[in-house]
């Protein structure tokens, strides 16, 4: 059997953490921007590091498994 949790919830997190799609912090005007379709370097670093928290958070301490036999 083979684990998917692992591949799920890391296309969700980058997905829902892509710098622009949804929201922008920090945004270009704002503080957050949401749905401009437009990134900036430290955007992207903010980003980088939002996911992965979240996919440690996710994967080491809450253990999401999804098995798919």
Known sequence: MLD????????????L???GLLFQ???HRRCVEFGNFQTSGPAILI???LFFGFVCLFLFAVKI???IS
């Open 4 to 15: 998917w949790g692992p591949v799920f919830v890391s296309v969700v997190l980058f997905v």
């Open 17 to 19: 953490f892509t710098p």
């Open 25 to 27: 912090l920090p945004g």
């Open 47 to 49: 980003h980088s590091l």
């Open 65 to 67: 498994h999804f098995y």
